[in-house]
């Protein structure tokens, strides 16, 4: 993960900001696709780049209380 997404995840989490964390791993998802569709160009540097960064953000849900929404 990169570190400007790291402490991202991490502010967010330490505010207790569900909704922004779910924003942006619905933007993550968004982008995962849109490179995934692609053709013509290797993207998956790119594409590894952001399911990393869900990942990370998946943690920093978990790392609040309450369900994680899917």
Known sequence: MSSAMELIVEGYAR???RQ???NLR???RRLAVDLKARTGFDC???IDQV???IA???AGLQTLS???AG
């Open 56 to 58: 990370a953000i998946e």
């Open 26 to 28: 619905m933007h993550r």
């Open 44 to 46: 998956r540097s790119s």
């Open 66 to 68: 309450g369900p994680v």
């Open 15 to 17: 505010l207790k900001d």
């Open 51 to 53: 399911e990393e960064d």
């Open 20 to 22: 922004s964390l779910e």
